[in-house]
């Protein structure tokens, strides 16, 4: 090869037009076209999430089919199977980021050893109503939605197994600031009137249109009281009854 072959052959390497660039410009534009497809999953995931979330909350859990989602975004039914193989899955995928938060933040204050135990229940309980107002247009479908018992043993599902945790967190908070004996029975039917407290609590709120800083700002001392007087409640019944029985 000449000097000037050689040349041109490094200049078509250097410009792209050789063997070696022209392999090099496929591999990019497939790279390319591969991140663009990806992009075009990702959007079209977070759509089908989008209008779930949305027809949950409007229509209630089981009265939605993939159907009706596939319609809110304009997609065959077909098309939605391929990111999500029921609507579990899609119930799944909504609602696990947001509880696992939940867990987190109910955790941290049971672990903080500078409150007591009725102060950590006052807080549990705050962080539960503020949790839920946050997510006021899904928390029905976040803590409720095809849900087990909160006593099984065995949940049927991975996000049942999240929610049962978190309600366990809720009996820990009320339950230790009751007697240590207290039967298991027992702990579950406090915990149970607790929570109803706060979801009779969060129900008032869930329509309301003022900003949920400014709303726990003006209540907050008021859901501590709440508080207050349903545990004097319980503690009341125990020590009236002479026993955790």
């Keep these: 090869m000449t000097k000037g072959q050689v040349a041109e052959v490094h200049s078509a390497e250097a410009d792209g037009t050789g063997a070696h660039g022209a392999k090099s410009q496929s591999a990019e534009a497939q790279s390319a ?26 229509k209630g859990y089981d009265e939605v089919t993939m159907r009706q989602i596939a319609a ?4 065959s039914h077909t098309t939605i199977y391929l990111y999500y193989k029921d609507k579990q899955a ?5 609602s696990e980021g947001p509880l ?18 009725e102060q950590r229940l006052k807080a549990v309980g705050r962080a539960t109503i503020r949790f839920c107002l946050a997510n006021r ?12 018992r909160v006593d099984a043993r065995e949940p049927t599902t991975e996000l049942n197994a999240l929610r049962n ?30 929570f109803f407290l706060l979801r009779g609590i969060i129900g008032t709120y869930e329509t309301s249109k003022e900003p949920l800083a400014a709303l726990m700002a003006r209540l ?6 709440a508080a207050e007087v349903t545990l004097a409640g319980f503690k009341q019944r125990f020590a009236y009854d002479g026993s955790t029985t």
């Design 100 to 117: 696992q938060g939940a867990q987190h933040a109910l955790e941290r204050i049971l672990d903080d050893s500078t409150m007591s135990p």
């Design 137 to 148: 247009n899904t928390y029905n479908v976040l803590i409720a939605a095809d849900a087990g």
């Design 165 to 194: 945790a978190i309600f366990e967190l809720l009996t820990r908070s009320v339950t230790a600031c009751l007697p240590a004996d207290l039967p298991i029975e027992e702990q579950l039917k406090v915990s149970r009137i607790y």
């Design 72 to 75: 809110e975004v304009k997609r």
């Design 33 to 58: 076209k591969a991140q663009t497809q990806a992009s075009k999953a990702d959007a079209t995931k977070e759509r089908i999430l989008a209008a779930a979330s949305r027809l949950f909350a409007e």
């Design 220 to 225: 907050e001392l008021t859901f501590d009281e």
């Design 90 to 94: 899609l119930l799944h995928e909504l």
